[in-house]
């Protein structure tokens, strides 16, 4: 996998992590909406299964979060050790920023003061320096 398409995989990763939460919000919301039976109401069956069901989906969609939030960490912290090889800190400060903490460009601009235009400079530089660094990496892994 090419450095710049592992990168993306780390802010797809939240996207899809955000995603699952906002499900199991729902879900909860929804547990909470289930009104129990009133005093002198027949009670039916399907009243209990149905909040059997929903707190089966929801304990589903907690550990679809917990596994997301797993892999997110993981993907995080390979994606840290990559940025850190870049020695130029305004450059590394805009991988940093867009990968890891998932800004927008428009943020990272006005956040460090630079045009938007600087800022895709920038981030096209960091992406061109990794890249050849995993290249000799990959060569000097071959050549031993």
Known sequence: MAVKEFLRSVREQDRLLRAY??????????????????????????????????????????EKVNQAWDKLIELR??????????????IRCVLYRYYILTYSWEQIAVDMGYALRHVYRLHGEGLQFLEKMSLNVIKCHYEV
């Open 21 to 62: 939460e906002q499900e199991l919000e729902d879900l909860r919301r929804r547990a909470y909406n289930i009104s129990s039976p009133k005093l002198g109401d027949k009670i039916q069956s399907n009243h209990l299964t149905t909040l059997d069901a929903i707190v089966e989906k929801l304990e589903r969609q907690a």
């Open 77 to 90: 912290e390979r994606a840290r050790f990559l940025i850190s090889q870049v020695e130029d800190v305004n």
